[in-house]
């Protein structure tokens, strides 16, 4: 899946706006003609600094529009046999834009290269009609080919054909927006047979509130390299359920199921199903959205990123050329998402790919930072380039959003199992981890992806970022004992014979397998007229309930009770453990005081 190439120019059928000299093939004649009725049709160029030179197009059944340039249509084309773009090895490239009038024609090929691989091909609908017989999208042979609608109508009366291409070359059919007015296909769909080793696509953008659906009359055929795709970056909608598509049938080749990509549905969550013979997206509000830019890195181009990019940046670039130590990777099979991802692609420094988020640190709140990882290249220099090729998941903070932050927590030595095959790698943590770490409410945060080690084997490729709060994690008493390696008992037992059971050492933050170290013992002194006693509690576990007893006499009845003291306000740190200050009046002789936690 890649984004189609941007085409730096501006023709109206009003006029030309451009920034310089702006070249574009035209095509004008009435309608009803042939194209071999050279009266009728002639093919020129717009050039803004000279007139236009009309030639006579030729051919018996066929035009063959060539080079990388873009043909407008300015009136109704005449009904033609065959209409191709890019349909010899000599005859590279071709885009054609319909804005009005109609185009009829009872085969249109884009993208029929039969020699070596051409460029990208592109039919563009913004407008107008296109009444085709047979539409065909790609060749064995070729290279990319686009048939996007994003206004008008589009029948095309018999089917149309993914024909599977060169490896991890892309042919596709974009819908584009509500723009047109309809889309009906009478055949059939054959997205894919099976056998193909290029991607065939149908690429759904929606608008604000839906999309313009796909009406199949036939059935609709895929295989291994057939996808979905899905983009929700113009959509505003809210919760809706939206028809993309309908068609007799559905058929998928039986050991593989169509690839589903979802793009861009930050602030919502996206389904797939297919029911009634609808292929209908439900989407409802995502709780925890994306909170990184550009997570899948598509704004980046070039040798970004860099120390002065964003939203992304680097720090620690270096060597003979640093703009070139983290650069942009574009080779479809490194990339997971979209068209782009970032290489590491020295093999001897340590550098961090870098976002800062500014995000504030409040109590209470659980985090998932993430990142697609594959490596790819292994260096010839086997005796230098002997390190492991791992990368550091890490988080900083600041009490400044633009600079001087602090290393708090990370994950580290994130290795994959196989070359060039993407892994994800997972760091869950607390704002309470970050806060035990030094950090305190309201700082902000940072994120850093790192190359972990100078000379490694490998070169590295990371894609689709992530970094998202998740739902609030209470601890307990059971995982927290089956963290340590060893069967440490029951609650009420005492491991390291220290005095403590093992539930206290979980409700103060101590070690039960050792006895030096008991976590957060209470503290006891005089507060003014009062005794003041402070005891710490577990902020991640509300099954644990904390209280003093008191007793005047340990012989003599009732013994202890949850009474004779004052709780005099919790002190929320929004880490790991609170403080919880308590008051004990000095009138008695004596008195005994203890700490109870009970789950």
């Known amino acids: 899946m890649k984004k189609s190439a941007v085409i730096k120019s501006c023709i109206l059928l009003t006029g030309i706006c451009a920034i310089g000299p702006v070249y574009a093939d035209f095509v004008s004649g009435p309608g009803g003609g042939s194209v071999t009725e050279s009266n009728n049709w002639s093919k020129g160029v717009f050039d803004p600094t000279e007139n236009p030179v009309t030639v006579t197009s030729t051919g018996d059944n ?76 790609g060749l064995n042979t070729s290279g990319e080919a686009t048939y996007t609608v994003a206004g008008g109508i589009l029948n095309v009366t018999g089917s149309i054909n993914f024909t599977d291409g060169q490896e991890n070359q892309e042919h596709t059919l974009e819908i584009d927006g509500q723009g047109a007015s309809s889309i009906t296909v009478g055949g059939d769909v054959f997205l894919g047979a099976g056998t193909g080793i290029a991607y065939q696509n149908i690429r759904f953008n929606l608008g604000p509130t839906g999309i313009t659906p796909l009406q199949i009359t036939g059935s609709i055929f ?15 909608g809210g919760e809706n359920s939206i028809t993309l598509l309908t068609a007799g049938n559905f058929f998928a080749s039986q050991s593989n199921s169509v690839t589903v990509t979802f793009l861009n549905f930050n602030d919502y969550i996206p389904s797939l199903s297919f029911v009634n013979k609808e292929l209908t997206l439900t989407i409802i509000d995502n709780p925890y959205p994306e909170l990184l830019e550009d997570p899948s890195f598509e704004s980046l181009v070039g040798s970004e990123p860099n120390s002065n990019s964003v939203p992304w940046f680097t720090i620690g670039e270096e ?50 930072l993430s990142v697609a990882k594959l490596i790819t290249e292994p260096s010839s220099n086997t005796g230098v380039h002997v390190n492991a090729s791992s990368v550091n998941l890490t988080v900083w903070t600041s009490d400044n959003a633009e600079s001087n932050y602090v290393y ?35 700082d902000y945060m940072q994120i850093r992806i790192a190359k972990a080690n100078e000379n490694a084997t490998h070169r590295i490729v990371i894609d689709d970022a992530s970094f998202k709060q998740t ?41 039960p397998t050792n006895g030096f170290v008991n976590g957060n013992l209470p503290t006891f002194g005089k507060d003014g007229a009062d005794f003041g006693y402070v005891y710490a509690q577990r902020s991640d576990d509300p099954t644990l309930t904390y209280y003093l007893g008191t007793d005047d006499d340990l012989v003599a009845e009732p013994g202890w009770t949850n009474s004779g003291y004052t709780v005099e306000g919790t002190n929320v740190t929004g880490g790991t453990f609170d403080e919880v200050t308590n008051s004990i009046p000095t009138a008695d002789p004596q008195k005994f005081i203890r700490l109870f936690i009970e789950n």
């Open 222 to 236: 895929a295989d291994e390299q057939s996808e979905y795709i899905i983009d929700g970056a113009n959509y505003t």
């Open 319 to 368: 060597g003979g050329n640093p703009n070139f130590s983290v650069i942009t990777e574009t080779v479809s099979s490194n990339v997971l998402t979209g068209s782009t991802a970032v290489k590491f692609n020295y093999y001897f420094d340590k550098v961090a790919v870098v976002q800062n988020t500014g995000l504030q640190i409040a109590p209470g709140e659980f985090f998932e």
């Open 62 to 137: 066929e035009d063959l529009i060539g080079g990388d340039r873009i043909m407008y249509l300015l009136s109704d084309f005449a009904t033609f046999n065959n209409f191709s773009l890019g349909a010899t090895s000599n005859t590279r490239g071709g885009h054609l834009v319909i804005s009005n009038g109609t185009f009829t024609a009872e085969n249109v090929r884009i993208n029929q290269n039969t020699g070596a691989i051409a460029d990208a091909c592109t039919l563009t609908q913004l407008g107008g009609t296109a009444n085709i017989g047979v539409l065909n999208i």
């Open 471 to 511: 739902p609030v994690v209470t601890n307990s008493y059971a995982s927290w004992a089956s963290d340590w390696g060893v069967d440490i008992g029951a609650e009420s037992e005492d491991y390291d014979h220290d005095g403590l059971i093992n539930l206290y050492e979980y409700g103060l933050g101590g070690n």
């Open 408 to 442: 708090r927590i990370g994950s580290f030595g994130n290795l994959v199992t196989n070359e060039n095959e993407y892994q994800q790698f997972v760091f869950p943590f607390s704002t309470a981890d970050l806060i035990d770490n030094g950090a305190e409410v309201g």
